[in-house]
């Protein structure tokens, strides 16, 4: 009785713990990002080629009115969505596949260490070849992208589980569905995420490149064109909104990944 006590109160004691970290990164995370801007703005009156904010604040809103911008970052939302989430769904079956059975490794594992070797923007003159200047090859190398920056970490975690506890689960008479669907899955769910916002940032690094090469809207498009007029300021607007971007769908990755490993004690 007087364990369990003890035990509750020391989760009482952590409880509120946990906020006030979360308050301390925010702040953190808000003085960063001012001083970020601060040394650009110091960088920009030194002297340096660089648009000021102000100017890339003024540059954003013609783009907002005229509707360029939301056209552009449509686009290029679209096509790393579509290309993350297929790249993330095949990476989580074939590593889950990889891990669990010997065979599937032993014929996958060379094509996939092959593959990753190869940047999947060399692939793009090949695809675009294959599959012409559409909205296919976009989406295709950034499924590429994704899929190998995540497959290698789900089947990391999936090799990497305890096998103590799946003996321990064999023990209980549980069948291997039963092992792989409570014991494998839960534990190789961090390395998932983890490959998962790997992919995501490769993902969004390939869209730019992609989009350099027969797009007609885009972020990596909008920046092209503003390239060919000496135009800083838009190109610092498609930069900052692929940041942005990409820092909006990480962070809400690791939310969701703090609340599937909620089991999981971080620092």
């Known amino acids: 009785m007087v364990a369990v006590t003890s035990a509750g109160a020391t989760r009482a004691d952590n409880a509120p713990a946990r ?7 925010l702040v953190l995370n808000i003085i960063s990002i001012v001083a970020g801007i601060a040394i650009w703005w110091g960088l920009s009156l030194a002297g340096l080629q660089f648009p000021t904010p102000a100017e890339v ?11 360029t911008l939301a056209t552009d970052v449509g686009a290029s939302l679209g096509r790393v969505l579509a290309g993350f989430a297929l790249g993330s769904v095949a990476a989580v079956i074939v590593g889950f596949v990889m891990g ?7 014929l996958f594992e060379p094509w996939i260490q092959f593959f990753r070797t190869i940047p999947p923007l060399a692939m793009l003159p090949l695809v675009l070849v294959l599959m012409g200047i559409g909205e296919s090859p976009k989406i295709f190398v950034i499924f590429l992208a994704a899929f190998l920056s995540c497959v290698i970490s789900t089947y990391q975690g999936v090799v990497n589980v305890d ?8 023990v209980l008479g549980a069948s291997d569905g039963t092992i792989f669907g409570r014991v494998v899955v839960p534990a ?12 995501l940032g490769s993902a969004w690094g390939t869209l730019v490149a992609a989009e350099l090469l027969a797009a007609q809207a885009g972020l990596g498009h909008r920046m092209q064109s503003a390239q060919l007029y000496y135009d800083l300021p838009t190109i610092f607007v498609g930069i900052i909104a692929i940041g942005v971007l990409g820092l909006i769908m990480d962070r809400l990755l690791m939310i969701a990944g703090n609340k599937l490993t909620a089991w999981q004690e971080n620092r």
């Open 19 to 25: 906020p006030r970290k979360n308050r301390t990164f």
């Open 57 to 67: 604040v003024s540059a954003a809103w013609k783009m907002i009115q005229d509707g």
């Open 100 to 106: 669990w059975y010997t065979v599937a490794r032993g």
């Open 163 to 170: 096998k103590t506890l799946i003996n321990a689960a064999r």
């Open 188 to 199: 190789s769910t961090p390395f998932i995420l983890v490959g998962m916002r790997v992919g």
